[in-house]
C-alpha cells in the first residue's frame, strides 16, 4: 500500500481554508509507521550522516525512528522557552508576526554531517529557520526531508539551494 493511504485530510483544522495532514493513521499502523521509517532510512543509510536534527513535536516521531534505525545521534528543535539548557534561536516569518525555534548551543561540533527532517514541509519558514541553527553551529547540512510536501505553497524556495527530498508530494 501507498503511505498516502495513511495520511487522513482534516478540512479546516487548525482554522477555517487549511487541509491538514493528520500523520497519526499512519503512525498507528505497525505497517505505515514501518514503511515511513524504512523509505527514509533506505535512502540515507551510507551517506554519512551523524545527526538528525529534527523539529518538534511531529518530527520527532519520525527523526528519533530514523536515528535510531540509522545508529545515530538525535537533535531536537523546539519552541522558545522548552529547552533546558544554553540556546541559540532563530526567528521567522508567519501569516501574522513571527515565531521562533531553538536548538542547544552544544548539540552539533562544526563540520558534523547532519539530516534536517519534519513531517510535513508547508511555507518552509519553519524548516528554513532550523537549517539555519544547524549552520549556526557549523553543521554540514546533507539534505532537507520531509515525509509530506504541500506543493503548492512552494517551500522549497525557502531553502534555496539545499538539497530537499519528500516521499509523498500533495499537488
Ligand atoms: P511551514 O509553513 O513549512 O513552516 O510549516 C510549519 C509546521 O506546520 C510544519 O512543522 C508542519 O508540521 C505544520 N504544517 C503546516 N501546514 C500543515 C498542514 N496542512 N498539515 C499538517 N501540518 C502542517
Avoid at 551510507?46 to 511531529?58: F, L, M, Q, T
Avoid at 528519533?64 to 541559540?88: D, E, N
Avoid at 552544544?106 to 508547508?122: C, F, N, R, S
Amino acid at each position: 500500500m501507498g503511505l498516502e493511504t495513511w495520511i487522513r485530510d482534516v478540512p479546516d483544522f487548525p482554522k477555517k481554508g487549511i487541509i491538514f495532514k493528520d500523520i497519526t493513521p499512519l503512525i498507528g499502523s505497525a505497517e505505515g509507521l514501518r514503511e515511513a521509517v524504512e523509505t527514509l532510512r533506505r535512502r540515507y543509510a551510507g551517506r554519512g550522516i551523524e545527526k538528525i536534527v529534527a523539529v518538534e513535536s511531529r518530527g520527532f516521531i519520525f527523526g528519533a525512528a530514523l536515528a535510531y534505525a540509522l545508529g545515530v545521534g538525535f537533535v531536537p528543535v523546539r519552541k522558545p522557552g522548552k529547552l533546558p539548557s544554553a540556546t541559540i534561536r532563530e526567528e521567522y516569518a508567519l501569516e501574522y508576526g513571527t515565531d521562533a525555534i531553538e536548538m542547544h548551543r552544544d548539540a552539533l561540533e562544526p563540520g558534523q554531517k547532519v539530516l534536517v527532517l519534519d513531517d510535513v514541509l508547508a511555507t518552509g519558514g519553519t524548516l528554513a529557520a532550523t537549517c539555519r541553527l544547524v549552520q549556526a553551529l557549523g553543521g554540514e547540512i546533507v539534505e532537507v526531508a520531509t515525509l509530506i510536501e504541500l506543493c503548492f505553497l512552494n517551500g522549497r524556495a525557502k531553502l534555496g539551494n539545499l538539497p530537499y527530498y519528500s516521499v509523498i508530494q500533495v499537488r
